[in-house]
């Protein structure tokens, strides 16, 4: 399946959440990370993310397609250099 | 048609790609917007997104599913209250 996940969380999270996501995913603008995932993986991060965010004040999505090829994926401008994805 | 827009841009840009997809899509997110939308909506956002950025410097990606169906849609925690939609 391919996930895509949008984070607003307190600055005093963020690094956490983003090393994390790393793992699993490519970071693809400042708060958005997308990426193909077993369903084991899509729950394993789902229920890590629980433990790092603040649910009272922090907000994450997660949009999912069951297959790449059913999610269109189009970009306009230039994405941040700093979300480069060494793999 | 179903679509999610996030977007990086320059804060002197923000105010007018925000209000201008309000007028079409709900504000989820900090810097995420969904929503139902024709394909003559679509390219009509992705050309007025065109002249209201600076390419060179922000960054907006368009996710697509042919039907809300195809698309799960989960989330954790708490949205801002800011992205409240009134309809």
Redesign the interface.
Known sequence: MYV?I?Y??GVERVNKVRSFLREYMNW?????FEGELTKAEFLKI?SR??EL??????????????DRK???????????ADTSNII
């Open positions: 895509v949008v607003d969380v693809v603008q400042n708060s958005v789902k993310l629980k965010i603040q649910e009272s004040s922090d907000h994450i999505i997660f949009y999912s397609s069951r059913y999610l269109g994926i189009e970009d306009l401008g230039t994405p941040k």
